[in-house]
């Protein structure tokens, strides 16, 4: 007997629940015209994911609720599996449920409530304990949602069921190497279980995380039957026959540096687009940050609805300034150029009579970026254009940059990016057109806020400070454990102790797109006030 | 039978877990002195509370392990009872454990994990499942850890295993009104299951929380024997005679708008003092809200720790920079005079090439602002003192304030105090001494950035404001059950969708003092790009 499954690979808004229930309404349209007899979405794909504390509003979830009644009368003849969050008296499900003719086929309560990570879903939901099965044309069809196929127990449960296939809704938001993590562990539970299983995620950005697709279906050996493009809307029928499903087309999935590429140039074409902004500027310094975002700014959006600006200091060298321009005529990108002498010299005259006497510091840098944020955000006010501010991970790691001026900005591309990372997908998008000149990769990297500065001069070397943030940051190794795996104890000294000190100015950062698996944002929850110092007890040799 | 029991309603510093080892081996020695038989200190005292992000870290779970075996081998003679997180292998508790004579007498585990709020426990803990009991003097004594009382489940359980008395370790932030609800909610349980309670909470600031203590002996009619005063710290001892305590002093609970303040000047004072900074400084525009900022940082620090800046424009009228110095003046507190004039017209000379031909708009308004913020700025990194940024709960709910202008600072006070408790503290402190001008709180608001500038003529009075604002922010009404209420549509209308659209804003702001029971942060996750627009349906009539 022969069963055909669409995957709904879609991207939907958070909250646009008129919109969201049109989209699926129509692919349930497109997939019953390819002889589907099942169509299925993704995770809480009304509302868009994650709504986060839209859920304790009533009136949202009543939304919601009239959102899947309209849809059950609007589709008829193929069952459509959709998510959304159910609200039962005082209870409240992240649900699956199937809708077919008119009537409700079948209701799940997603078992595993994920409360770790950017997941906040104890917050949010009470916890299912049943499973939940469903028949088409003779296949038993069990309902999971995301975190519940992570671990085997689900899954053991459905197959003792009776079940044929596992459906699976899903919001998994990327970072590096994900998809291959997802596939590895969860084709070892389908293949313990011997069950074949659909498996349906969202593509899109939603403030700081990006959800990539890769939808699939593996076969009751945990073999990969087919995928879905990553990053990309998708609608795909794979047919079953005898249980288990027939080969067809298997999209590869990207080298990493490509796909976080991919996530960047989404996360921000959805920011900008969710948001209603016209268009993007940024600043544009010579840097391979800045040069970087542009790139990914102009491949996200269209150049024409890029802007950049050269803010040059006495302190900038000529060679930058020629480098912004080449950037900005390689992509064909509008500039403007506002030295910011006059208005730093004119908060030099307003503030001597306090500062007489006192020599120059940070405070006069400080001054020198905040002027450049003032200047952006002028042009992002009168023009309705999103700032896009340019700082990567490393740097906002350890404090190395101006609250108020090069952190002004609506939304922050490099914010999960190391220096490092910025290098290779600059190389990246070089062998894609030469966008970025070869000297803005080569130079050392430098604030340009003092003379002959270089970040080198008050940091480690990027090559010596990444991993080691990525150590204490994203994998909560202490500093000894870190100076055990080799690294230099004043690196790891001095970077650690920046990060520890500077978690003030992460707090007041705007939104970036999440590429590793621990971002800056709802990801790290550290507190500001804190005694904690990591690297308190590294002694010196 | 008599047995003594002392309540340590301590202030405790996150992270700094030498410095509260120490300060819980004094007190218990203190106890001891004073012939106590048990000593109970509050939940998770020896890390400190939130420790948040922190608690995911191995080094920081070992070290707070080793401090409870230095208490243990330096306290003899007396039962300490301390909380603190516990690892077991990969298990992680909230625990509470009672040391005696270099032993542990008994260990308990949270039970009941609040993952609501302000609160992340599932994040970090696993759940306990049993009750713990022990025994000093012939008294059996109940363990439990703060949410574990609020409903009656576990003290029936407790008394069921034979407990003669509760004893209850908490970190229970304030919120206007929440000592009130605390007694009666506790008291009813008490009095339910016919059982005394000793309850132990911390004082202090810690980023946007506060802790007002209060802390409380009921006896078993539920009735209150002992308080201790509100946002101090008070180490108290009770004794229980015949399995009842003695009534001792009872603390009385202040007035809502004196807790307020008092839990501001704590916020402040803490936030100042566990952050390292030499004072504070900020602006003082001849206003309400920079002047009752004023007022409670000099309160907080003394005068000698607070300057001020006046930064007049062309649109500052003569009485602003009169009342701004009359308020220094009065608190004794150092000011500035700084014209904005030269910066402002140096942007508007190096955007007028850009500029040429668009009118004015709010960003010529943001611009000054910006310019103010720069200053405010420069002075804090000259100096080392901390920003205090003045903007209340009714502008950062309708976005009325420039972001990296009036909302630069490194706190913000009054981030989660109305525009009209805000007139209600002013009004109180001038009861105390006559700080805040008359003319200042009598005069109509106005941000003064353009020409007879009024906030009424952009928003609805704040008298219809501000309940819009905490019926649709802190009760997650709806627009329409807001409008049901008798407010007009054209002011639900304007003050949701501002609400709406300004989560961007929030989110880049500084932390503030929660003083509602449902403040910006860590409590109201919205996301920015979402399509949510509460008063969409609402028709003007």
Tied chains: 1, 2.
């Excluded at 692919?27 to 299925?40: D, I, P, R, T």
């Excluded at 970025?436 to 430098?446: A, L």
């Amino acid at each position: 007997m022969s069963l055909k499954i669409a995957l709904a690979q879609l991207n939907f808004a958070v909250a646009d629940i008129a919109a969201n229930t049109a989209k699926i309404i129509t692919a349930a349209e497109q997939a019953k015209q390819q002889q589907a007899n099942v169509v299925v979405f993704p995770e809480l794909c009304v509302t868009g994911y994650p709504p986060e504390d839209l859920l304790l509003r009533e009136d949202f979830l009543q939304q919601a609720q009239q959102a899947v009644d309209d849809i059950r009368h609007n589709i008829h003849g193929i069952a459509v599996v959709t998510g959304y969050p159910q609200a039962h008296g005082k209870w409240r499900y992240n649900a699956a449920t199937v809708l077919l003719d008119g009537q409700v086929l079948a209701e799940y309560h997603k078992n595993a409530l994920p409360n770790y990570g950017v997941f906040d879903e104890h917050r949010y939901f009470n916890v299912g304990h049943q499973t939940s099965l469903f028949e088409v044309k003779g296949y038993k069809l069990a309902l999971t949602i995301c975190e519940d196929i992570w671990t085997g127990d689900i899954i053991a449960k459905n197959r003792k069921a009776g079940a044929d296939i596992i459906l699976s809704l899903n919001a998994s938001p990327f970072h590096a190497g994900k998809m291959r993590e997802r596939e590895n562990i969860i084709c070892s539970q389908i293949k313990e279980a011997a069950i074949p299983l659909v498996y349906v995620n969202q593509i899109g950005g939603q403030d700081e995380l990006v959800f990539d697709g890769a939808s699939f279906v593996a076969d009751r050996n945990g073999k990969i039957a087919f995928r879905a493009a990553e990053f990309e809307e998708q609608l795909s029928v794979v047919e079953f026959f005898e249980k288990q499903p027939q080969a067809c087309s298997i999209a590869p999935l990207y080298q990493p540096v490509i796909s976080e590429y991919k996530a960047l140039v989404l996360g921000i074409k959805d920011y900008v687009r969710k948001n209603g902004f016209h268009g993007v500027i940024l600043g544009l310094s010579g840097g391979i940050d800045s040069a970087l975002v542009l790139a990914l700014a102009a491949d996200a959006l269209g150049s024409n609805q890029v802007e950049a600006v050269l803010m040059p200091s006495r302190y900038t060298q000529d060679m930058s300034n020629e480098d912004a321009k080449l950037e900005a005529e390689a992509l064909g990108v509008k500039y403007h150029i506002i030295p910011i002498e006059p208005a730093v010299t004119a908060f030099g005259a307003m503030l001597e009579p306090i500062f007489a006497g006192s020599s120059e510091d940070t405070t006069e840098e400080n001054i020198q970026a905040r002027c450049r944020g003032i200047l952006l955000m002028a042009l992002s006010n009168k023009q309705g254009r999103l700032l896009l501010t340019t700082g990567n991970k490393s740097e906002m790691s350890v404090g190395y940059s101006t609250l108020y001026g090069d952190m002004a900005g609506g939304f922050a591309p490099l914010k999960d990016v190391s220096k490092l990372m910025v290098y290779k997908l600059a190389e990246y998008r070089n062998t894609l057109s030469p966008v970025i000149p070869e000297r803005v990769i080569t130079r050392p990297p430098s604030a340009e806020l003092a003379p002959g500065q270089k970040d080198e001069d008050s940091l480690p070397p990027y090559a010596v400070l990444d991993p080691i943030l990525a150590l204490y940051i994203e994998q909560d190794k202490s500093a000894a454990e870190i100076v055990a795996m080799g690294y230099p104890v004043a690196a790891v000294k001095r970077a650690i102790s920046l990060v520890d000190r500077n978690e003030y100015k992460r707090r007041q950062s705007p939104p970036g797109i999440r590429i590793t698996p621990r971002a800056f944002g709802r990801d790290r929850r550290y507190p500001i006030s804190s005694a904690y110092r990591g690297a308190a007890n590294l002694v010196e040799e």
